[in-house]
């Protein structure tokens, strides 16, 4: 068997859909219920594992919604055989009902789809190990039959956003369609609703990627003992600069080295299906300034966010050390240490090269950023992809975009742009960190981006206007311009943003300054156009409709907010008229967030705690209304008080 990451190097890059003729030229009639043609039943292996049986049940409900009438499930070969059926998975029987095609396959997920006149295959690459899975292709191809054979839609989350297509009678043509996917390791955080993702295939990946920050409970475990294990700060001292779980690490020491192999090794000990284990540092500041770790820099290397020289040469020259320990330990065995290219080392390394078994995950923006920083981080991005063997995108994309407060953040058409400059340039796999899930506003670039990450390569306009056309029906083209204008406006926030950390509140400004009374008014011609489009058209497009103006309606109420909780922070808190508008707006605002039970647009309440935004987002604090109020994240003004 290839190994698991080295494999998909081996496989052409568009991995991709082609058809022909299958066993038979006669349509397959799925259920006719004109002829009294029940559905056909559907039979899975009898071993099947848990992902099989559970697209199983989602296509057998999904054929009810469609026609009426759900399909019975067989586990195992039926006797007799029936004369149709739909067959999910690999079964013993299939090169006779249909010979001539391939059940091999030869690539990490692929995906089978052959329909015949009396009979479909339904199957992929899966992968068991244990209780795990590793590789679901049946699944995968699954929900590739509902999209691209049945019609449904996943628009967004809930009933209202699936959409099914009644019938009476489906019959499917013959065709044979396999496909392999560029990106082997797909999710968009956070990972609920389930079936929404496990539908446009996120759920079921087969990379495993580890990467995340791999050091926060190590100030826990071996402070007391090996405090030599730790950065030294430029006052001497070898502590947490902040919080624990921030910590950084002398990686010059050797003894840090050899106590993550050794707890690498237990790990890959424990677990024969593991292939990768990070050795990414822990998020923040305070990386260590002792003389050692400070010659592993490039001299040459650019200024970081934190105003020294990038650490990317010494970090390198770390992760190496750890990937030829786990080669040394593991010989024969696929063994990668997963790591990224963030914070002060994100820059691709001056001198040093990257040992075959790392993985990379680069941590950047693009699309949700300004032009030219898109630019640099691609020039970034192919720098290491120059060397390294496997790499996952791992965008941080909300943050500097208003996304969190709800903002109509779309960067549909750099989207489809950047993904397939990705799935062209080593990349095997993405994950977005985080969705702000306000669907209202941002549910078509959630879609986008979800199809997008199955095949990159797809025309991402037909895909654009397919979901207009079947979420909105006639008003589809109208949406489709609303959207534009959306994305025309999120484009001027993001030249305007600056990456920093206290983005958050400055963003305020450049938000007010954009999204003005003058653009919403603009943007809801298209949207009032829509409206009057599904006036007279069945409910579910009109629902829809209203779905969106909620999410648009919340967006601009939230301006609405930052403008009268402006005016508070600029009187203290004083001004009675400030704290009556501010009210007033934001009893609106939530109103307006309590539609869709919140999936519209919602509150992030970590976001906001986080960045300590409560006294721009939220209604005037008692702190304000007590005339107390000394500013942001500050303590009330307790002056003449005893």
Known sequence: MRPIITALLLAPLAALLCSGASAGSADFVLVDAAARIPPAPIIIPKDAPASIREATKA???????????????????????????????????LPRLMPGVKLEFAHPEETLIAIGARHVIIAGRDRVTGEKQLEAGTANAVFTFLQKDLGVRWLWPGPLGTDILKQERVSLAATERRFHPPFRHRLLWPRSPIDWHRAHHLQIGSLQFDAGHAFTDWWARYHDEHSDYFAQLPDGTRKPRGEPARVKLCVSNPTVATQWLANAEKAFQSDSSRVMLSAAPNDGDGFCVCLKCRAMDHPDGPTTIFGHVA????????????????????????????????????????????????ALGYVGSFPFVNEGDRN??????????????????????????????????????????????????????????????????????????????????????????????????????????????????????????????????????????????????????????????????????????????????????????????????????????????????????????????????????????????????????????????VGPGKAPDMTGQD
């Open 311 to 358: 650490l990317t040469d010494r970090y390198v020259k770390f992760w190496n050390r750890l990937a030829r320990g786990l080669r040394d330990r593991f010989p024969g065995r696929e063994v990668w240490v997963g790591t990224y290219a963030y914070s002060a080392y994100r820059t691709p390394p001056i001198a040093e090269t990257l040992e075959p078994n790392i």
């Open 376 to 629: 640099r981080e691609k020039e970034q991005w192919l720098g290491w992809a120059k060397q390294a063997k496997a790499m996952v995108y791992r965008p941080n994309l909300f943050h500097y975009s208003g996304g969190f407060i709800g903002m109509p953040c779309l960067a549909l058409r750099r989207t489809m742009e950047d993904f397939r400059f990705l799935a062209e340039n080593q990349c095997v796999g993405i994950e977005v960190d985080t969705l702000p899930q306000c669907w209202g506003t941002q549910a078509v670039q959630n879609y986008l981006m979800a199809e997008l990450a199955y095949d990159p390569m797809q025309d991402g306009e037909a895909l654009l206007r397919d979901y207009c056309d079947r979420a909105f029906g006639p008003a589809g083209k109208a949406m489709g311009v609303y959207f534009t204008a959306l994305e025309e406006g999120q484009y001027a926030v993001l030249e305007r943003v600056k990456m920093s950390s206290s983005w958050a509140r400055e963003a305020t400004e450049v938000l007010q300054t954009i999204y003005t009374d003058a653009f919403w008014s603009k943007s809801e011609v298209p949207l009032r156009a829509a409206e009057a489009a599904v006036a007279n058209a069945p409910e579910i497009y009109q629902q829809r409709v209203d779905f969106v103006r909620t999410g648009h309606d919340g967006a601009k109420l939230q301006i609405d907010v930052l403008r009268a909780m402006k005016q508070v922070r600029s009187t203290w808190g004083r001004d009675p008229e400030a704290i009556r508008r501010a009210d007033e707006v934001c009893s609106a605002r939530d109103k307006v967030f309590s539609k869709y039970d919140g999936l519209a647009i919602k509150r992030a309440k970590w976001y906001i705690d986080s960045r300590q935004m409560a006294d721009y987002l939220d209604a005037p604090s008692a702190v304000m209304r007590e005339g107390k109020y």
């Open 59 to 93: 296509l057998a409900d999904y054929v009810r919604q469609i026609c009426g009438t759900k399909p019975g499930i067989v586990e195992g070969s039926p006797t007799p055989l029936p004369d149709r059926a739909i067959w999910v998975g690999l079964h013993p029987e």
